[in-house]
């Protein structure tokens, strides 16, 4: 997979621009606060529907216009594709190949990528809303099925959790169960694919992670809760344990068990990350799971993703600098710097030179 070209109009800092990507390493450099990470943002949210950075999508739209539009010419191993996002402050409209769709799954799949920026520490030092959220985005991108189930999934666990703040305990006890059936059926979807996911993800962890840390450590991902046997049995094991759980439900007014609560163990050295790993740790371990989803998407859809560093080589040493960009020598990569000749060291890349949100040569 990879963008050709991206159309910006009236989003965030920029009035109007076009870019132009090579196949491999474009680097966007520039002081900070020019635009180089709105523009990886926007890649972002062609392929997902979504950024990593806002919660409103009116946020997107430049100060003093009606609407923000991103446009993307992309290359998939089916042929080339046209993906269209334009935003208004209440609505937004989205098309792939000229086709307006209404659903965010209908996105999904045609152009992957893989977002990382020194933010993402959080995805090891924070609770396990960061560590869901990571599957969530990744999943989704190569499973519709998965992204509908989390829809439906959360809209039915939000009404659950309005109806356990119901003052009438009868009403509560003879509606749950209604509830926890179709609670069930989309978390066993949710749950199998998550350990499908993990089982992939836990080996190319390791993996890239020796490789960052020269066999000095070991990355060990697993789930914290594992579940047994099909989609059927884990629904059932579910269901059990709503029920198990009805009075401490009550008691605190929101559901205490499902997969909205899961997490993943990260182990470096036989130690809990979240809690001992130093920041230089924490930061490469991060990496090695981006990395992994990279190769995961490889191996799901044939093709890679389109990788998106957004300032990550200032968090890194020379030593891990170099290693990273061994490793995405084969990947069309976005990166962003404020100076080129220190992330570098010689790799051929596309230079884009970005100042108050234009193009500068």
Same mark, same amino acid.
């Given at each position: 997979?990879?963008?050709?070209?991206?159309?910006?109009?009236?989003?965030?800092?920029?009035?109007?621009?076009?870019?132009?990507?090579?196949?491999?390493? !474009?680097?966007?450099?520039?002081?900070?606060?020019?635009?180089?990470?709105?523009?990886?943002?926007?890649?972002?949210?062609?392929?997902?529907?979504?950024?990593?950075? /806002?919660?409103?999508?009116?946020?997107?739209?430049? %100060? @003093?216009?009606?609407?923000?539009?991103?446009?993307?010419?992309?290359? !998939?191993?089916?042929?080339?594709?046209?993906?269209?996002?334009? %935003?208004?402050?209440?609505?937004?409209?989205?098309?792939?190949?000229?086709?307006? /769709? =209404?659903? =965010?799954?209908?996105?999904?799949?045609?152009?992957?990528?893989?977002?990382?920026?020194?933010?993402?520490?959080?995805?090891?030092?924070?609770?396990?809303?960061?560590?869901?959220?990571?599957? =969530?985005?990744?999943?989704?991108?190569?499973?519709?099925?998965?992204?509908?189930?989390?829809?439906?999934? =959360?809209?039915?666990?939000?009404?659950? !959790?309005?109806?356990?703040?119901?003052?009438?305990?009868?009403? %509560?006890?003879?509606?749950?169960?209604?509830?926890?059936?179709?609670?069930?059926?989309?978390?066993?979807?949710?749950?199998?694919?998550?350990?499908?996911?993990?089982?992939?993800?836990?080996?190319?962890?390791?993996? $890239?992670?020796?490789?960052?840390?020269?066999?000095?450590?070991?990355?060990?991902?697993?789930?914290?809760?594992?579940?047994?046997?099909?989609?059927?049995?884990?629904?059932?094991?579910?269901?059990?344990?709503?029920?198990?759980?009805?009075?401490?439900?009550?008691?605190?007014? $929101?559901?205490?068990? @499902?997969?909205?609560?899961?997490?993943?163990?990260?182990?470096?050295?036989?130690?809990?990350?979240?809690?001992?790993?130093?920041?230089?740790?924490?930061?490469?371990?991060?990496?090695?799971?981006?990395?992994?989803?990279?190769? /995961?998407?490889?191996?799901?859809?044939?093709?890679?993703?389109?990788?998106?560093?957004?300032?990550?080589?200032?968090?890194?040493?020379?030593?891990?600098?170099?290693?990273?960009?061994?490793?995405?020598?084969?990947?069309?990569?976005?990166?962003?710097?404020?100076?080129?000749?220190?992330?570098?060291?010689?790799?051929?890349?596309?230079?884009?030179?970005?100042?108050?949100?234009?193009?500068?040569?």
């Amino acid at each position: 997979m990879q963008i050709k070209k991206l159309f910006l109009q009236n989003f965030r800092n920029y009035e109007s621009e076009e870019f132009s990507f090579s196949d491999g390493l !474009n680097v966007l450099f520039g002081k900070n606060g020019q635009g180089k990470t709105n523009c990886a943002e926007a890649v972002f949210y062609l392929c997902t529907g979504a950024s990593l950075r /806002i919660r409103h999508d009116k946020q997107l739209i430049k %100060i @003093g216009a009606e609407y923000a539009k991103i446009l993307a010419e992309a290359e !998939n191993r089916y042929g080339k594709v046209t993906i269209e996002a334009i %935003i208004f402050e209440n609505k937004r409209e989205l098309r792939v190949n000229g086709m307006k /769709i =209404n659903k =965010n799954a209908d996105l999904m799949g045609h152009v992957n990528s893989v977002f990382f920026s020194p933010g993402e520490l959080r995805l090891i030092q924070d609770g396990p809303d960061e560590r869901r959220r990571f599957m =969530n985005i990744s999943i989704s991108q190569t499973s519709s099925a998965y992204y509908t189930a989390l829809l439906r999934y =959360n809209k039915i666990l939000d009404q659950r !959790n309005t109806l356990l703040k119901n003052h009438d305990t009868s009403l %509560i006890l003879d509606t749950l169960p209604v509830w926890d059936e179709q609670l069930c059926k989309y978390a066993a979807i949710i749950v199998k694919k998550r350990a499908e996911f993990i089982e992939k993800l836990a080996p190319f962890a390791k993996e $890239f992670h020796s490789f960052l840390t020269d066999g000095e450590e070991e990355l060990v991902i697993k789930p914290e809760r594992k579940y047994e046997g099909d989609e059927a049995e884990i629904a059932k094991t579910l269901m059990r344990r709503l029920g198990n759980n009805y009075e401490k439900d009550l008691r605190l007014g $929101f559901t205490t068990v @499902g997969p909205h609560r899961d997490d993943l163990d990260v182990m470096i050295n036989g130690t809990d990350a979240k809690s001992y790993a130093s920041q230089g740790q924490m930061r490469t371990a991060a990496l090695a799971l981006k990395l992994s989803e990279v190769q /995961i998407f490889k191996e799901l859809s044939g093709e890679y993703p389109i990788l998106i560093l957004d300032d990550v080589m200032s968090e890194l040493d020379l030593k891990r600098r170099k290693k990273l960009l061994k490793c995405i020598a084969d990947i069309q990569t976005i990166l962003t710097c404020t100076h080129t000749e220190r992330v570098l060291y010689g790799a051929e890349c596309n230079k884009i030179r970005i100042e108050g949100g234009r193009i500068k040569g």
